[in-house]
């Protein structure tokens, strides 16, 4: 390595939710750490009408999270919009209602994904984080002391080494599978998502006016949620074998479904469509170890939930900060707490299987149906 090399005590790669987090609370524990996050997109730009992210809402819990990581005001500078509850018909064609008014954290909020996102980041940036936007890295190697990285940018490929590495690049876990370990997945869910505009729709149309609903079929479950911005996302859960069978990325294939739908429909009528159907992956996912030497993997890129338990940016501000101490306790060489990380993911993960389970086994109308056969049995298939 030549003499030109950048060192820092922690890089963290990728710039979601999980990094940034886990960024901000290093940060917050050792504030003398040099830390920087490598991010392969450009940054977020807010203002692009074309640019939509899934992951839509923040239960109410989620506000100790923002609390533990001091950025609790400014969050609220946002100006998000308030999410009383849940709708479902589920195990059942009744709807019914689960309001947080019962919640002792109070209510939700439903965000713009992107404003948040892009929060997350002003907020590692106030800590001194540096971010390398449209760079990825090409190449790594541990040393006894450091972990070597070449990172190509748009301009230049640079050499920076690290005590510390994070991977917090989402279901790829790119960085954890170069490490002997290995992603293993518990289905082949896909969410097909679309975009609407509801400005001009009067809420009292629909039965649901505000808020979040799930609502299941033979083939999968439905799920909608109002945005900031007068804006309604429609998703349609369901396996990769299904969706490909019955062509659901077709406009037409996928209006039609919606069109069979009870509460889901009533939510899309008299609105504007802002997006084609787009498929994301949305499967159960966990990694076979998300520790290694002098690295670890957080968020998503350490387990993944399926929609149904709406914990996505939840579980990420949680453990990253079990993820912050771990790596500590690493770079002042106490190797236990990286065990101590690696067994918090598993026991989460594991009541969260359970969970689950239990949440899936109360829809058995469509017991026969492949889908609801495969959740009901608990079976693994690939």
Not at 38 to 56: H, N, V
Not at 57 to 71: F, V
Not at 208 to 234: Q, R
Request: net charge positive.
């Amino acid at each position: 390595m030549n003499n030109d090399t950048i060192t820092y005590d922690v890089i963290i790669i990728g710039a979601g939710v999980a990094g940034c987090a886990t960024a901000i609370s290093l940060k917050n524990e050792a504030p003398h750490l040099n830390i920087a996050i490598i991010e392969r997109a450009s940054e977020l730009k807010t203002e692009d009408p074309t640019s939509y992210r899934i992951g839509e809402t923040l239960p109410p819990h989620a506000s100790q999270q923002l609390q533990n990581l001091g950025i609790w005001k400014s969050f609220l500078k946002c100006n998000f919009i308030n999410a009383y509850g849940t709708s479902a018909a589920w195990g059942s064609s009744e709807l019914y209602h689960n309001e947080y008014i019962y919640s002792p954290y109070g209510y939700g909020w439903h965000l713009d994904r992107i404003v948040f996102d892009q929060f997350m980041i002003k907020e590692t940036k106030k800590k001194g984080v540096f971010t390398y936007f449209e760079t990825s890295v090409i190449s790594s190697e541990k040393t006894s002391n450091y972990w070597h990285l070449q990172i190509n940018t748009k301009k230049r490929q640079t050499a920076i080494k690290s005590s510390f590495v994070i991977d917090a690049t989402g279901k790829k876990a790119a960085f954890s599978c170069l490490q002997k370990t290995f992603k293993i997945k518990e289905d082949q869910m896909v969410g097909i998502y679309r975009f609407y505009d509801i400005s001009n729709q009067n809420e009292n149309k629909s039965r649901l006016g505000n808020g979040t609903c799930v609502e299941s079929d033979p083939y999968g479950w439905w799920y909608s949620a109002t945005l900031p911005n007068k804006t309604l996302v429609i998703g349609y859960m369901t396996d990769t074998d299904i969706a490909n069978e019955m062509q659901l990325k077709k406009t037409t294939v996928f209006n039609e479904l919606l069109y069979n739908s009870c509460y889901t429909y009533s939510r899309a009528r008299k609105t504007k469509k802002l997006s084609e159907p787009r498929v994301v992956a949305a499967h159960t996912q966990y990694l076979s170890s998300v520790v290694g030497n002098s690295w670890l993997a957080v968020g998503d890129a350490a387990s993944s939930y399926d929609p149904i338990s709406s914990l996505g940016i939840f579980k990420s501000l949680a453990m990253s900060q079990f993820a912050a101490y771990a790596t500590l306790d690493d770079l002042k060489g106490n190797r236990s707490g990286l065990q101590k990380y690696q067994q918090i993911i598993t026991n989460d993960y594991l009541g969260y299987q359970k969970k689950r389970q239990e949440y899936y086994n109360q829809e058995s109308r469509f017991a026969s149906s492949p889908f609801w056969k495969r959740r009901h049995t608990n079976i693994n298939y690939n």
